[in-house]
Each structure stands twice: as structure tokens, then as C-alpha cells.
């Protein structure tokens, strides 16, 4: 096989950057795309990283990427993997890039004694099959709610 993983470098926030927004309008969801790489550069490429990546390419031709963070399970009493974003370029899907990502996480979470991956997937997105496939499973007892930045103002209490 010649695709390969690799951390990705600070060079790659143009590429992560492109692959943010590829799936963005995949998912027909541009408008809420609002990161830039120069985010990406002051985020992911300091002392104290807000996330980690991962590019999954062959013959140095960048065809995947991961981003992902860690957070912590009050339950389990253990560092979670959360993956964010997984994204594999249209003409490279079923070619081993997505499992190859995967399975570096799966060795980043064991080598950082965490208790589980975590992925939030849209329901319409085509990919559950492949998370399925994989080991994942569905948990259906959360649901994911959101506050928009322009909403933090209605809780704070002056």
C-alpha cells in the first residue's frame, strides 16, 4: 500500500484548511465554515495545542486528513480521543485512507490511556456505515446541543 499517515506539520495549515472546507460543502454547510489557516497556525501549532492533525497521503500527494482533540470523561475517569473531522478527498474514499487515519487514533488514544474515540457525525452523512463497520457504535441516549459565540452574551449574568 502506498498511502501513509503522518502528523501534520506546520507548513499543512493550508492543506488542513482546504480539507475543512471541502467538507463543509459537502455537507452543504460553507456558510458555518468560519475557520481560516491562519487559525489553524495559531491554534494547532503552539506551545499549547487546541487540537492535533493527522494527513494521510501517497506519493507525498496529500488525500486525508484528521483533526482531532482530547477532552476528559468525568464517567470513565479518563482522557477521551475526540475525533472532529475526518476527511478523505472524493476520488481516494474506499481506498484505505480512512481506516489508515483511524487506525492511527486508535493507537494515539491506547498510547494516551484514554477511554474511548468519540466522533459527532451528521445523520445524513454517508460515512455511519463506514464508522459502523469499523467498531463504532451509535450512542442513542446523548443529543448534541449548541450556543453560538453571538448567544454566550443571553447567560452571562452581569
Known sequence: MTIQVRPAKIQDCH???AFIQELADYLELGNKMLATPEDLLRDGFCSNPKFFSLIAHEFEKPIGVAVYFFTYSSWAGR???N???IIVTQ???RS???RLLLSYLAEEAERNDCARIDLEVRSYNEARKFYKELGFTQDKSNLIYELDRLNFKSLILS
Do not use: F, S, W, Y
Open 96 to 98: 484505505g485512507a480512512g
Open 15 to 17: 492543506t488542513i484548511h
Open 83 to 85: 475525533l472532529h473531522d
Open 91 to 93: 476520488g481516494h474514499r
Open 79 to 81: 482522557k477521551v480521543l
